[in-house]
């Protein structure tokens, strides 16, 4: 039986944690697929660490004109984006329909003018075109009941796409954008492994 491959892209954005769970993932058999390889905008980054600590196979595509000709010849099942930076062109999103896996910091609806629930009833944040800190201190700007975080697939219309996945975080009354973030990013691992788990199950 061929293992499906799947391709992480990564940045010195981050610490490398949704990395780490889908290798993790992949290690256990939850994930069955192998990680062909990491890819990185910088030299730089923590989590390049955590791939040759698990001697995978590292590309550096500072680029964004790069990136299609190294993904047609990796030629992953499956590309996830863990913390990537680089503006990905549309001619990549063209060239890999629903194989683009992103984890955007809000609710994502499943139409582009509807809205997600919180579990308490109240509508959800979108936190459309937000980054990851902007997003987390809009969450607690806007007094939301729950943060949240949405895994879904890259599309042409921005930070919009089908939903694979959905966390929620309930926020309280003494959270800082760094005590909400902590907890919500736990959930955001164990959510992108769930749905690699699902996308690579027989």
């Not at 990549?92 to 329909?97: H, M, T």
């Not at 959270?175 to 199950?201: A, F, G, H, P």
Request: with cysteine; glycine share 6%; proline share 4%.
């Amino acid at each position: 039986m061929v293992k499906l491959k799947i391709a992480i892209l990564i940045s010195n954005a981050g610490t490398g944690t949704n990395l780490q769970a889908i290798i993790d993932g992949v290690k256990s058999g939850r994930i069955k697929a192998e990680i062909c390889t990491v890819i990185c905008d910088k030299a730089d980054a923590p989590g390049l660490e955590r791939a040759r600590q698990n001697k995978l196979h590292v590309e550096i595509c500072q680029k964004k004109e790069a990136l299609l000709p190294l993904l047609q010849k990796l030629n992953p099942n499956y590309i996830c984006l863990a913390g990537w930076k680089q503006i990905i062109l549309d001619e990549v999103v063209n060239a890999f329909p629903n194989k683009i896996l992103n984890l955007h910091p809000g609710l994502i609806p499943d139409s582009a003018d509807g809205t997600v629930k919180n579990p308490d009833g109240t509508d959800a944040l979108w936190n459309k075109a937000m980054l990851t800190t902007k997003a987390i201190a809009n969450f607690l700007d806007q007094k939301a009941s729950y943060a949240g975080s949405t895994v879904h697939f890259l599309t042409l219309n921005f930070d919009f796409g089908p939903v694979l996945g959905r966390t929620f975080e309930k926020i309280e009354a003494d959270d800082t954008i760094e005590s909400l973030y902590s907890r919500l990013k736990k959930k955001e691992n164990q959510l992108y492994v769930q749905v690699l788990e699902k996308l690579t199950s027989p």
